[in-house]
T-cell receptor, first 110, second 114 residues
Framework: QKEVEQNSGPLSVPEGAIASLNCTYS??????FFWYRQYSGKSPELIMF????GDKEDGRFTAQLNKASQYVSLLIRDSQPSDSATYLC??????????FGDGTTLTVKP | EAGVAQSPRYKIIEKRQSVAFWCNPI?????LYWYQQILGQGPKLLIQ????????DSQLPKDRFSAERLKGVDSTLKIQPAKLEDSAVYLC????????????FGNGTRLTVT
């Protein structure tokens, strides 16, 4: 079992729709959770982080965390073609390394 | 704020040759990471430094890879000798030392081993 698992996709949504990206993790000691976006040929860049159970909203992005289910998700509302990228989920235990999933590739079609 | 600096951007070498990558983290970031990202996969941690000490190098192939962070600032990652399977993007990242801080990545070095 991988430490961090994501649906590999590809996920395709029409412009303006909601994109839902999911991530599960195995280490119950994980403390912080991050979503990074990676455009083709570029480095990952931080979109959102979440530490507490529940929802956290930032503009069109909402991160959801359920520690009991070891599940974290990212919702992208009003998806735009510029959102087309690979989304990486990263999990970090207290003072430990960040472990990444293999990413979900999202395509937003105009 | 200046970002994480990495060089070179691209490198092509033949198998069994050696190669070195350099990284300068964001000023004030105590933690420095080297990740390997193979096409289609997520970044895999090779080594994590806290200041100039190694925190985690459990996935570093120590028979061929080495890394150092002298004076707790910039860092070099070396591969000697390189294998075909080392073809990947090598990402350097830095962060503050606390457990909640996100990673800031450099532009990466794309290595091709022929």
């Amino acid at each position: 079992q991988k430490e961090v698992e994501q649906n590999s996709g590809p996920l395709s949504v029409p412009e303006g729709a909601i994109a839902s990206l999911n991530c599960t993790y195995s280490d119950r000691g994980s403390q912080s959770f991050f979503w990074y976006r990676q455009y083709s040929g570029k480095s990952p860049e931080l979109i959102m982080f979440i530490y507490s159970n529940g929802d956290k909203e930032d503009g069109r992005f909402t991160a959801q965390l359920n520690k009991a289910s070891q599940y974290v998700s990212l919702l992208i509302r009003d998806s735009q073609p510029s959102d087309s990228a690979t989304y990486l989920c990263a999990v970090k235990p207290h003072a430990g390394k960040s472990t990444f999933g293999d990413g979900t590739t999202l395509t937003v079609k105009p | 704020e200046a970002g994480v600096a990495q060089s070179p951007r691209y490198k092509i070498i033949e198998k069994r040759q050696s190669v070195a990558f350099w990284c300068n983290p964001i000023s004030g970031h105590a933690t420095l990471y080297w990740y390997q990202q193979i096409l289609g996969q997520g970044p895999k941690l090779l080594i994590q430094f806290q200041n100039n000490g190694v925190v985690d190098d459990s996935q570093l192939p120590k028979d061929r890879f080495s890394a150092e962070r002298l004076k707790g600032v910039d860092s070099t990652l070396k591969i000697q000798p390189a294998k075909l399977e080392d073809s990947a993007v090598y990402l350097c990242a830095s962060s503050f030392a606390d457990s909640l801080s996100p990673l800031h990545f450099g532009n990466g070095t794309r290595l091709t081993v022929t």
